[in-house]
């Protein structure tokens, strides 16, 4: 039995854990992200299958308390608009159907400067490595946007909701503000926020998902729940993601459970089912990744959501 790394997590953050491990190499709990509050991804799988993913997925980027609106782009200040509120949203629906699990991403506009969308390394030039540093201003403003933060997860907390938690993804690549300065820097701000949130506000309901497939990166078993990667292939292909999965074990560790945390196109899962590659869930990424035949044809999302292998809401 996996024991959650926070040792005072509440018994349903516990069991939800127990769950992601017992399902893992049996099963597979489809999961999709959502963009906007009216979540017309969920509505599109509905339609065309008659059944919803289990796992939604939600986005906090316009929670950051530092959006330089002045300098924004037009699809920037979209984005940011669609998102506003989503935390209402999901609670909502958790509150009305338990059997539904909660992610949350977090598109995290730098704390200091930037400019337009301000979570990408090249809008910005915040410097993550100073966060790490006592007494800089990147520190001081990057504990003050966790504090903005954590009173939205403690609405959660509340309400007695679980929360999978997956703060400074894609950490292998640079593109990220957090990844910029490499996974190894990535990897201690993760922890920075792990100690503050668990050990001094005292926030017990969330998993903590790492999302990097790097050695360097891994912060270890001890600030770990879940391990998980993002895979978007270059084209569509009937997969079990189980060379990826097989290099996330062999980088990070064997001791957590694992998850596709953001895909573009949907594992196959009766694949799956003959190989058993003990992935917990999946989430697929939001709006085109999933509505229309630009990347996941129509007749492959039915055949995922009809899968005796699925768990679906």
Request: hydrophobic share 40%; glycine share 4%; net charge negative.
């Amino acid at each position: 039995m996996q024991i959650a790394v926070d040792k005072k997590a509440s018994k349903k953050t516990q069991e939800l854990l127990n769950y992601l491990n017992q399902v893992a190499g049996k099963k597979m709990i489809t999961g999709q992200h959502t963009q906007t509050n009216p979540m017309e991804e969920i509505t599109y799988i509905e339609e065309l299958t008659g059944k919803k993913p289990k796992l939604f997925g939600f986005e906090l980027l316009a929670y950051s308390p530092n959006i330089n609106y002045e300098d924004a782009s037009e699809p920037c200040l979209t984005e940011v608009y669609e998102n506003r509120n989503t935390l209402d949203t999901a609670l909502k629906l958790a509150k009305e159907n338990p059997e539904v699990i909660l992610t949350f991403s977090f598109h995290w506009f730098s704390p200091i400067g930037g400019r337009d969308k301000a979570f990408y390394t090249e809008h910005t030039d915040f410097d993550p490595e100073k966060v790490l540093q006592e007494g800089t201003p990147e520190r001081t403003a990057f504990y003050h946007d966790m504090d903005v933060i954590a009173k939205e997860l403690k609405r959660f907390e509340e309400a007695d909701i679980p929360i999978l938690w997956r703060p400074f993804h894609e950490s292998d690549g640079t593109w990220f503000w957090w990844g910029s300065k490499g996974p190894a820097v990535a990897a201690e701000l993760y922890k920075l926020m792990y100690d503050y949130y668990v050990n001094e506000i005292g926030i017990h309901n969330l998993l903590w998902v790492w999302n990097c497939r790097l050695t360097e990166g891994y912060p270890g078993d001890a600030y770990v729940d879940v391990i998980s990667v993002d895979i978007y292939l270059e084209k569509f292909f009937e997969t079990d993601y189980a060379s990826d999965y097989r290099a996330l074990m062999e980088n990070t560790t064997s001791n957590k459970v694992a998850a596709l945390a953001e895909v573009g196109y949907l594992p196959d899962l009766e694949m799956l089912a003959e190989s058993n590659i003990p992935w917990a869930y999946f989430m697929n990424w939001s709006k085109e990744w999933i509505i229309g035949e630009e990347h996941n044809p129509v007749s492959h999302v039915k055949k995922v959501y009809a899968s005796e292998y699925a768990i679906t809401l």
